[in-house]
T-cell receptor
Framework: QKEVEQNSGPLSVPEGAIASLNCTYS??????FFWYRQYSGKSPELIMS????GDKEDGRFTAQLNKASQYVSLLIRDSQPSDSATYLC???????????FGAGTRLFVKA | DVKVTQSSRYLVKRTGEKVFLECVQD?????MFWYRQDPGLGLRLIYF???????EKGDIPEGYSVSREKKERFSLILESASTNQTSMYLC?????????????FGSGTQLSVL
């Protein structure tokens, strides 16, 4: 069973701080990695995707991938209360195209 | 914008009933998926389909079946609803059968089985 592991949190950070969300996955031949954000009572929406080792930046968000360590992370700079949500790590494995999700990390940004 | 529409936001059914959850997407996506979401367990894949009349089991298909007669519509069927199927059900679609395709989600159906 391929797995995607996340710390369920909650992770609490003050407004303006950097929030760091982490995810590990079990299959070394994983191909594509995603971060989805889910507000309470809403559906997930994609915020970042990353396919190769290193960092990918998009505004206040940076995704980091380390395939050797089977580790993917999301950094949110200058965190805002509106960033308070559950962040879902997701992986698509080689040989398939179905998306496997972690259980999610709840983030609270305190004003 | 892509729109994925689930027919019901809330549904209450009785144990043993046959339940149909409907999902329609309007962007000619090839792939459609059904997930259930439970607290602490995240999203778990029930079934998916990459073409009309094609279906594949996900990680938790027991007690469920699906139907995809038209490209835009993907139905999830609970043959005989049980209380452990009380959950939030999310439908999703993606454009092509590629490894970098993002998912577009519907608004979800909260199903309660009494």
């Amino acid at each position: 069973q391929k797995e995607v592991e996340q710390n369920s949190g909650p992770l609490s950070v003050p407004e303006g701080a950097i929030a760091s969300l982490n995810c590990t996955y079990s299959d070394r031949v994983s191909q594509s990695f995603f971060w989805y954000r889910q507000y309470s009572g809403k559906s997930p929406e994609l915020i970042m995707s990353i396919y190769s080792n290193g960092d990918k930046e998009d505004g206040r968000f940076t995704a980091q991938l380390n395939k050797a360590s089977q580790y993917v992370s999301l950094l949110i700079r200058d965190s805002q209360p509106s960033d308070s949500a559950t962040y879902l790590c997701a992986v698509i494995y080689t040989g398939g195209f179905k998306t496997i999700f972690g259980a999610g990390t709840r983030l609270f940004v305190k004003a | 914008d892509v729109k994925v529409t689930q027919s019901s936001r809330y549904l209450v059914k009785r144990t043993g009933e046959k339940v149909f959850l409907e999902c329609v997407q309007d962007m000619d996506h090839e792939n459609m998926f059904w997930y259930r979401q439970d607290p602490g367990l995240g999203l778990r894949l029930i079934y998916f389909s990459y073409d009309v009349k094609m279906k594949e089991k996900g990680d938790i298909p027991e007690g469920y079946s699906v139907s995809r007669e038209k490209k835009e519509r993907f139905s999830l069927i609970l043959e005989s609803a049980s209380t452990n199927q009380t959950s939030m059900y999310l439908c999703a679609s993606s454009y092509l059968r590629q490894i970098n395709e993002k998912l577009f989600f519907g608004s979800g159906t909260q199903l309660s089985v009494l």
